[in-house]
């Protein structure tokens, strides 16, 4: 073989190295201007997610009147330590600042009544609770104390049809067992219950109905409280803990028989994995019943910051005043604080702390506060679908990424709220039974008003609450021919509102 070719290859290695070398300076250089060097593929920044678009609309016509919002409390001795000028402050963040009128108040049956005749008022409602009602109403903003019985007596109950029941020949004493608490509560300390319930959460309480057991608990319940002059207290059912299949059964119960359904004002259920839906707002549409959602909640440890729970919460408010409900209550407004169980309550305090330490705002708290600053008392709801998630049903299985709602209130301003419900933490699975959210996304929305398009441009003040920024608002948005568009991020709330 000749020298040439030796050479002739020598040369282009050289050259091909100085080429890849050179290349592979480019590439060095550009990766520590982005900051890349010495990253793994899995550590490098993933592009945006694209912006998928999605078309609300809120169909014309009234729906149901928005009656509030409000939250249960449990009261402890940390509760009693306070002094007066803590408890003040608290009541101020809770009820004032986030515009409630609606205490739930919990009624531990087999406390109050443990034996067969027997009434103990004080072990029930204790001083420190009689005080959080009081300083509850000193605020001014309570127009619902709503009774929730819990604990029923054992010798009230029988084992029959699979599961734990009033006994036949005891329903009255049962009945009787809630209205002479709500006559003692009155008479004793002035303060006066108006509605009440019939057991919480009866699924799941030690306490099932069978076919045709709800219809006449409810008539001897009003029956013992119009003979306790007591006519002016509503009674709503039955506060299941699901709008499932359960609740349904029990409320065609209720339709089915005249006389039970003219006892209620009207039907409640709670809203954690399976919140209102389509079928219960029918069961309720246009009778003349209101429809209470008397417990929202969470469970398990929180800490500040936590944008996932938040949304859930506003996600759930927003489902709910979309499918006909009238009343909307949070589980707990603020307690002692519980490392294990913070997620119930919207705020926890801690006695022992100084001064502006010693109350915590969980997220949820900003989100709750961003919604009741849109949507007032006595506003009415427009009926809202997607062209992403249909009618937005929170229910069993995959919740719905996008969550909307949209009302008009007394003054003449429109009210928007929209959820983005997409996270990290997110399955990928698209298995129907996977009770989660889907995977991180931010979408583009545009909202329109049937009833504003070919109206005149209008303004809106906008709000936005995610991960980092609290319940701030951001520049005013124009809405032309009853439509708008705007972006919403993961795990975010936004909320829209007009001038009057």
Known sequence: MSKQPIQMRRLWQVWSRGMIAGMLVLSLGTACNAGLLGRSPSDLPTPPAKLASVMLTAKAGEQQKFGGFGVSQIVSKDYAQLPYGRRKELAQVLWKDLRLNTLRLWFFMDVYAPKPGQRQLSPMFTDPYLQMVRDAQQTGQIQNLLLAPTGVPQYLLEKRD?????????????????????????????IQINVTGIQNEPNDDHLNFSKGEIAQAVKQLRRSLDQRKLNAVKIIAPESSNADGYAERLIDDLKRDPDAWNAIEGIATHSYNMAATPAMADRVRNTGKTYWQTEAGANGPEEPGNAMIATSMAARFLNDVNHWVTHWIWFIGAAQADPNDNATRLMKFEADRPQKTWVTRFKKYDYLQQLTQTFEVGATFRTVESSLDGKMVWTYGKKPRINAAVARNPDGSWAIGITNFTSEEGRHSQDPHDQTGYPTQPFSVTIRIAELAGSRPRPFQVRRSNAQLSNQQQADMTMRNGALTLDIQPLELLTLRSQP
């Open 162 to 190: 699979g599961g734990m029941r009033i006994r036949r020949d005891k329903l009255t004493d049962w009945a009787e067992t809630i209205a002479d608490f709500i006559q003692a509560v009155r008479d004793r300390y002035g």
